[in-house]
């Protein structure tokens, strides 16, 4: 969704290494670029804004921890672009251009959206006999066996899609709101996404061989303490549930503390602190 701070925000981050980025066809920032670590942490936007939302993350993060946050079609410096309104149309895209970048330890965190985007990769990869992600990390979002328990709200015209969009997660900032041609410029891509999460049911497959982390905000009406417990049967390898103060958008706040979390998960993960990146 979209969320403060305010997705006008949301610019092409500057990168030190644009030959990486370029290879991954736009779908990736690099706030931070560290080539001697370890681990790479990819990092999956929530509807509706993009890669920006990660960008303090990667200098908050240990040093052996490198960064890299997505980017979809439809915004930032991939405004030309049409968004895609699919999340397997997303997520086939994802598996064939972030493939050259997973030539190291990698681990996905995906918030929202980003969380479904996240877990449906992983499948993918698997699906496709590429390397996974060694650790999963899922936010703010239900367990795929969790009914949605809101109406569709994709086929609502402008001003009630934004509305009823605004009710449930308080997510478009006021300045946003005033200038409706700043409103029409990011309602396209807000739509898209919105109608690929409502268009999408994940089937039932066996449950993967990487742990998952479950994050979620005490106080998020979205998804409440109880839909994120079922994420525990999309694993054998193990899982954890974490709940922090906050709503849906816990996540700004708490940023330091979340960040620190999801590196110590990282360092935890034996798969991936005994890595060592390539030469």
């Known amino acids: 969704m979209l969320s403060r701070p305010s997705p ?17 066809g736009g779908w990736l920032q690099w706030p931070l670029a560290r080539r001697e670590a370890a681990v790479r942490l990819f990092c999956f936007h929530p509807a509706g804004v993009g890669a920006s939302v ?5 200098a908050a993060l240990p040093a052996d921890i490198e960064l890299a946050a997505v980017q979809l079609p439809g915004r930032a410096n991939r405004l030309a672009e049409p968004p895609l309104a699919s999340i397997p149309a997303l997520v086939d895209a994802l598996a064939t251009s972030l493939a050259p970048h997973f030539d190291r330890p990698f681990a996905f965190f995906g918030h929202s959206m980003g969380a479904v985007l996240a877990h449906e990769l992983t499948h993918a990869l698997r699906d496709r006999g590429l390397p996974g992600p060694r650790h999963l990390i899922v936010s703010g979002r239900r367990a795929p066996t969790v009914p949605d328990p809101f109406p569709p709200v994709r086929h609502l015209p402008d001003d009630a899609f934004v509305a009823e969009i605004n009710r449930r997660y308080n997510a478009i ?3 946003i709101l005033a200038h409706r041609d700043v409103l029409e410029l990011l309602l396209p ?4 996404d919105i109608a690929a999460l409502e268009e999408f049911v994940a089937p039932a497959r066996p449950p993967l061989d990487a742990p998952i982390a479950v994050f979620g905000g005490d106080s998020d009406r979205q998804t409440p303490v109880a839909h994120l417990e079922p994420w525990r049967q999309e694993t054998a390898a193990g899982s954890c549930v974490r709940v922090f103060p906050g709503g849906h958008f816990y996540l700004d706040p708490l940023r330091d503390q979340v960040v620190a979390e999801v590196a110590a998960l990282l360092r ?3 798969s991936l602190a005994g890595g060592s990146p390539p030469p």
């Open 8 to 24: 006008t925000h949301d610019r092409p981050t500057a990168t030190l290494d644009p030959p990486a980025r370029d290879r991954a």
């Open 189 to 192: 891509c807000l739509r898209a």
């Open 173 to 175: 900032p006021a300045e």
């Open 268 to 270: 935890s993960d034996t």
């Open 54 to 58: 990660y960008r303090q993350w990667a």
